[in-house]
């Protein structure tokens, strides 16, 4: 098993571009959650899903973020247009039951400059 | 609303034990977690406690629960420079399709 895999590792761009990030759960897992993590903030949970579908959008931090699960295998997070702000580190992770607890992916390092 | 506080560093000598503290607020939570970061990586579950447990022991980690203080502390027994890392505190709420709440994370430094 792969684990929760993540694209990019690291991405940089100039302020107004599209970002898209991108998540592949673990097979047969059923949730999945997009977090962002920062110094000032900690660990917020942005969105997640259950079996593709959002439950919980309300630390979106505003319309310039939008998340998808097309299918049980893929989700994308975009953030357009991007601000310097938006510089965080940003986890996907999945879960098949509570009781397990998440498998976070290795996150995408996010610069806006 | 829902909480998890933990301290932001813990420093100790290779070789002792570290405790880590963490309060929450949901009186409700089915499970508590704890969540270790590396540098550069994702968080790694390490080990979870049900609600109706005290404590909860694996080889070298400790989780004991005061449900009625609502307090969760993690103890490392030998404490290694491996260890150094973030530990997070998480707890559950809304059920088996809610989400996990996490502390900020403790720091923890081994030195040699």
């Known amino acids: 098993d792969a684990g929760v895999i993540q694209s990019p590792r690291h991405e940089v761009t100039e302020m107004g571009q599209e970002v898209t990030l991108r998540c592949k759960p673990i097979?047969?897992?059923?949730?999945l959650f997009w977090y962002r993590q920062t110094m000032m903030r900690g660990l917020e949970l942005l969105i997640y899903?259950?079996?593709?579908?959002?439950?919980?959008d309300s630390g979106m931090p505003e319309d310039r973020f939008s998340a998808k699960m097309p299918n049980a295998s893929f989700s994308t997070l975009k953030i357009q247009p991007s601000e310097p702000r938006d510089s965080a580190v940003y986890f996907c992770?999945?879960?098949?039951?509570?009781?397990?607890?998440?498998?976070f992916g290795s996150g995408t390092r996010l610069t806006v400059v | 609303g829902e909480d998890v506080e933990q301290s932001l560093f813990l420093s100790v000598r290779e070789g002792d034990s570290s405790v880590i503290n963490c309060t929450y607020t949901?009186?409700?939570?089915?499970?508590l977690y704890w969540y270790k970061q590396e540098p550069g990586a994702g968080l790694q579950l390490l080990t979870y406690?049900?609600?109706?447990?005290d404590m909860k022991q694996d080889q070298r980690l400790t989780v004991l629960l005061n449900k009625k203080d609502k307090h969760l502390s993690l103890r490392i027994a030998d404490t290694q420079t491996g260890d150094s890392a973030i530990y997070f505190c998480?707890?559950?709420?809304?059920?088996?399709?809610?989400?996990?709440?996490f502390g900020k994370g403790t720091k923890l430094s081994v030195k040699p």
């Open positions: 406690i049900f609600s109706n447990m």
């Open positions: 949901d009186s409700s939570s089915t499970y």
């Open positions: 097979s047969g897992h059923n949730s």
């Open positions: 899903f259950n079996n593709n579908v959002p439950i919980d």
């Open positions: 992770a999945s879960s098949i039951r509570m009781t397990y607890g998440y498998t």
């Open positions: 998480a707890e559950s709420y809304g059920g088996s399709q809610g989400n996990l709440i």
